[in-house]
């Protein structure tokens, strides 16, 4: 066993009561099959989403429409900001162009939601999604 790997074989060791070459191989296997499919297509959207989330507004709005039980105006979460209405709209665009749908449109008077979204707003299950009103 390589040096990489010898930690490997001891926690197989405490998992399986035994381990052989053969079981690091098939652990090894699992684990490069997991790594593929972390690094697919999704990988990029994923990178634009933690981008995305990594402003603080835009963060703390993507919170509140988890947290929101329906659909929410822009007029609505404008006074929980200190910044401009454009620039909520903008932050508002942003998280829209990160994870929404392609046929997502954005007008001056906007409504947005969050549908049900787990606790913690993975980005490949929260999807934000804005009408015009």
Same mark, same amino acid.
């Given at each position: ?21 053969? %079981?690091?191989?098939?652990?090894? %296997? ?39 039980? %329906? ?63």
């Amino acid at each position: 066993m390589s040096q990489s790997t010898e930690r490997l074989e001891r926690l197989l060791t405490d998992e399986l009561g035994e381990c052989c070459a053969a %079981d690091v191989e098939a652990r090894l %296997d699992e684990l490069d099959t997991l790594s593929d499919d972390a690094a697919g297509s999704s990988f990029d959207d994923d990178c634009g989403v933690f981008s995305t989330l990594g402003n603080e507004t835009r963060s703390r709005i993507a919170r509140i429409l988890v947290g929101a039980d %329906d659909e929410l105006c822009v007029c609505e979460l404008e006074p929980l900001f200190d910044v401009s209405t454009s620039a909520l709209s903008h932050a508002l665009g942003d998280l829209v162009d990160a994870g929404s749908s392609p046929d997502a449109k954005r007008a001056t008077g906007v409504t947005t939601e969050a549908p049900n979204a787990p606790s913690d707003c993975s980005p490949s299950s929260t999807k934000l999604e804005m009408t015009e009103v």
